[in-house]
């Protein structure tokens, strides 16, 4: 059960794209399609962005976007806003109802 | 509207232990399975444990499997986590989350655990 792999920090300037990389193994990301991504503003509870890899939950801007391929997902925030700054966290089912979360990546909007 | 609320928490010393609470409101909480999931201080999320919405099957992770124990009362809208033989690095943030779409798609405000003698 070891963390994902993500980077420490990504940043952008106000209508910006960004890309966050969530490394795994064959045995997380590689093997199944239960990718999901969350956000955490300081002091917050996290907050659900992407599952499934690409899908968005009701209410998500059609800005954040997901993929993956082979043990990499990735989260893309196009036109980034102020509000985008927070922490990003990936996170991978693993097989027999275990999950396994990355290491969370500080968004910084310049 | 989902509502999910941590009770609980505190300072206990280490090998003590506490039971925290979550009391789920604005969905059918027993069509759910449910989660506990864990933030050091300054550090990563930890998804920690899941108990099937049966509530006879539960899973942990390697760091706390063996000490901690997962449970829920349907008729109570309740999820539960029994934590002994607490360690200094328990200390954390503690969240209760819905397990939907193998995802975690609500989650409580968090209650903060300290082990510390």
């Known amino acids: 059960q070891s963390a994902l792999t993500q980077p420490a920090s990504v940043s952008g300037s106000p209508g910006q794209s960004i890309t966050i990389s969530c490394t795994g193994t064959s045995s997380d990301v590689g093997n199944y399609n239960f990718v999901s991504w969350y956000r955490q503003h300081p002091g917050k509870a996290p907050k659900l962005m992407l599952y499934d890899v690409t899908e968005r939950p009701s209410g998500v801007p059609h800005r954040f976007s997901g993929s993956k391929s082979g043990d990499t997902a990735s989260l893309t925030i196009s036109g980034l806003q102020a509000d985008d700054e927070a922490d990003y966290y990936c996170c991978s089912y693993a097989g027999k109802f275990t999950w396994v979360f990355g290491g969370g990546t500080k968004l910084t909007v310049l | 509207e989902v509502q999910l609320v941590e009770s609980g928490g505190g300072l206990v010393q280490p090998g003590e232990s506490l039971r925290l609470s979550c009391a789920a409101s604005g969905f059918t909480f027993s069509s759910y399975p449910m989660n506990w999931v864990r933030q050091a201080p300054g550090k990563g999320l930890e998804w920690i444990s899941n108990i099937r919405n049966d509530k006879d099957n539960t899973y942990y992770s390697d760091s706390v499997k063996g000490r901690f124990t997962i449970s829920r009362d349907n008729a109570k809208n309740s999820l539960y986590l029994q934590m002994n033989s607490l360690r200094d690095e328990d200390t954390a943030i503690y969240y209760c989350?819905?397990?939907?779409?193998?995802?975690?798609?609500?989650w409580g405000q968090g209650i903060l655990v300290t082990v510390s003698s």
């Open positions: 989350a819905t397990d939907s779409a193998w995802s975690f798609d609500s």
